[in-house]
C-alpha cells in the first residue's frame, strides 16, 4: 500500500527529526508531534490486526508504520526525559558551583570543575586516553544473530549498533534492508540485565517454563524508570538471547561499556571508524 509506505516514511523522517536537536524536538512537540503519531498508531494497529477491507500485503505495511511509531515515540520519550535531566543538572550545577566557590571551580569555562577538586567523586572512572569502545566497538558495528522475544515468541533477528552509535538497533533477519527495524535510543536504557524476563515468556505459563534457551544466554534491556515510580524496575524495551553463553556475556559486557560511554563520555561514542 503506496500510502502506508509513504505514511511510513514520514515517521521515520520525524523520529530522525527529535533524535537529532532538543531545539527540533520542541517544535515537533508544540506543533503536536506526539499525538499525531499516536492516532496513526491506532489507524495502523487496527489495520494490521485485520480489517475487513484489507489484504495481506496490506496488514504488512500496515504493521511496519506500527512498528516506526513505536520507535519514533520512543525517541519522543528519551528526549523528554533528556530535557528533564539537563535542566535539573543545571538547578544542581548552580548549587554546587555556589556552595564551593571560585577556587574549587572552573570558572574560566564556567562549566567544569577543576580536576584538582577535592569534592570529586572519588569512585567515577576518569575519561580514558583511547577509544573507550577499543575493545568493542567492531563487534557492537557488525552486530550478532539472536532472537528477540515478544510474549514468549521469538523472532530471528539482527541486533548492530547503527554508525552514529548512539542507539541499537533490531532488525528482521528475514526482512528486507529497506523495511524499518526498532530503534532503542542509548539515552531510554536504563541497564542490561543477563537472564530471562517477561518478554521470554508465554502468558500464564510459569517463569522461565517454556523458553528453551538457557538463562545464561539470555539478557534484558531496561527502560529508564519514570520520576516518583519507587524501587520498581522500568519497563522492558527488548528480551533477547544468544547462541551461546559465551556470545551472551560478550555482548553483556559490551553493552554495560558502550552505556558508560554514553553516559559519561558521550563525545566519545562515534571514536574512530573500526575496521572490518
Known amino acids: 500500500m503506496q500510502d502506508a509506505s509513504l505514511m511510513r516514511k514520514a515517521i521515520g523522517m520525524m523520529d530522525n527529526v527529535v533524535s537529532a536537536d532538543e531545539e527540533f524536538a520542541d517544535i515537533v512537540f508544540d506543533k503536536g508531534g506526539r499525538k499525531l503519531v499516536q492516532a496513526v498508531q491506532a489507524l495502523h494497529r487496527k489495520l494490521s490486526g485485520g480489517a475487513a477491507n484489507a489484504d495481506d500485503d496490506d496488514e504488512d505495511d500496515s504493521k511496519e508504520v506500527v512498528d516506526a511509531c513505536v520507535s519514533c515515540l520512543l525517541s519522543m520519550d528519551a528526549m523528554a526525559k533528556q530535557k528533564e535531566q539537563a535542566q535539573a543538572s543545571k538547578t544542581g550545577r548552580a548549587a554546587l558551583f555556589a556552595r564551593l566557590g571560585g577556587d574549587a ?30 575493545e568493542h566497538r567492531a563487534m557492537l558495528a557488525k552486530g550478532a544473530h539472536l532472537k ?15 554508525q552514529e552509535f548512539n542507539s ?9 534492508k529497506t523495511k524499518p527495524g526498532l530503534r532503542i535510543p542509548l539515552r531510554s ?57 559465551e556470545e ?29
Open 105 to 134: 571551580v572552573d570558572l574560566g569555562g564556567g562549566r567544569n570543575l577543576k580536576e584538582a577538586s577535592a569534592n570529586a567523586d572519588p569512585n567515577a572512572d576518569p575519561e580514558p586516553e583511547e577509544d573507550p569502545l577499543k
Open 248 to 276: 551472551c556475556e560478550l555482548w553483556t559486557a559490551a553493552l554495560d561499556r558502550l552505556l558508560q560511554t554514553s553516559r559519561n563520555w558521550p563525545h566519545r561514542l562515534k571514536g574512530a571508524t573500526a575496521d572490518a
Open 168 to 176: 541499537l538497533m533490531l532488525r528482521d533477519a528475514s526482512a528486507a
Open 148 to 162: 528477540g522475544w515478544t510474549k514468549g515468541v521469538p523472532m530471528e533477528q539482527h541486533f548492530y549498533v547503527p
Open 189 to 245: 536504557i536504563d541497564k542490561v540485565v543477563p537472564g530471562k524476563g517477561e518478554g521470554h515468556v508465554k502468558k500464564g505459563v510459569v517463569f522461565g517454563g517454556n523458553t528453551k534457551d538457557k538463562a545464561e544466554q539470555c539478557l534484558v534491556l531496561l527502560d529508564k524508570p519514570k520520576a516518583g515510580a519507587g524501587p520498581s524496575k522500568g519497563k522492558e524495551l527488548a528480551c533477547l538471547s544468544f547462541e551461546t553463553t
